[in-house]
Nanobody
Framework: QVQLVESGGGLVQPGGSLRLSCAAS??????????AGWYRQPPGKQRELVAA???????NYADSVKGRFTASRDNAKNTVYLQMNSLKPEDTAVYYC?????????WGKGILVTVSS
């Protein structure tokens, strides 16, 4: 069993910042060999990719978050992060982290981020 738990969400004003964390535990062998990233699901919309960490040197971002969001990972702590700056109301969504190996995805339960004044 693999468990992913997100933290760090909440209410923030437009222009503000938040840092999401995703801690992985359970039957994980060599965390660094897993792909990892973040999706989000805005209210009433489909889930969409936010960031996919391809390697230590490459991360793919959705166009809507490029230059504002940064995904990273700490393999020693089995943790993935999403630093979100210059937040906009349209960033309001439930954010989900995932890790991926051998075509199998593991998901967190999601955490709500609300950007509002």
């Amino acid at each position: 069993q693999v468990q992913l738990v997100e933290s760090g969400g909440g209410l923030v004003q437009p222009g503000g910042s938040l840092r999401l964390s995703c801690a992985a535990s359970g039957s994980i062998s060599i965390f660094s060999t897993y792909g990892a990233g973040w999706y989000r699901q805005p209210p009433g919309k489909q889930r969409e990719l936010v960031a996919a960490i391809i390697s230590s040197l490459s991360t793919n971002y959705a166009d809507s978050v490029k230059g504002r969001f940064t995904a990273s990972r700490d393999n020693a702590k089995n943790t993935v992060y999403l630093q979100m700056n210059s937040l906009k109301p349209e960033d309001t969504a439930v954010y989900y982290c995932y890790i991926r190996k051998y075509g199998i995805d593991y998901w967190g339960k999601g955490i709500l981020v609300t950007v509002s004044s």
